[in-house]
């Protein structure tokens, strides 16, 4: 059994800065791709940021310069630096981990959502 606990979220003021963690915890063999999405009222899921088990990144271009994605390998755990943030960055966030249960077999697994609410 594998899960994804995101934390981390909140209601904040334009401006300011937000920092959500997803810790994967089970049986967990590796974990390859972690990534956060987001999905706001009436719209759909989108990838915010991605990071590859080499630390390789990607980043949606309406974040690009004001987010940040990291992991810790040893925790299996992904971050998210939310800086200078937005109300269109209100949202849904979740967790996203490619992670094999054993040698064969790679899944997709996905947390519960932290809700992320920015006022102007």
């Known amino acids: 059994q594998v899960q994804l606990v995101e934390s981390g979220g909140g209601l904040v003021q334009a401006g300011v800065s937000l920092r959500l963690s997803c810790a994967a915890s089970?049986?967990?063999?590796?974990?390859?791709?972690m990534a956060w999405y987001r999905q706001a009222p009436g719209k759909q899921r989108e990838l915010v940021a991605a990071?590859?088990?080499?630390?390789?990144?990607n980043y949606a271009d309406s974040v690009k310069c004001r987010f940040t994605v990291s992991r810790d390998n040893a925790k299996n755990t992904v971050y998210l630096q939310m800086n200078s943030l937005k109300p269109e960055d209100t949202a849904v966030y979740y967790c996203n981990a490619e992670l094999q249960v054993n040698r064969n077999y790679e899944y997709n697994y996905w947390g519960q959502g932290t809700q992320v609410t920015v006022s102007s």
């Open positions: 089970g049986s967990i063999f590796r974990i390859n791709a």
């Open positions: 990071i590859t088990s080499g630390g390789s990144t």
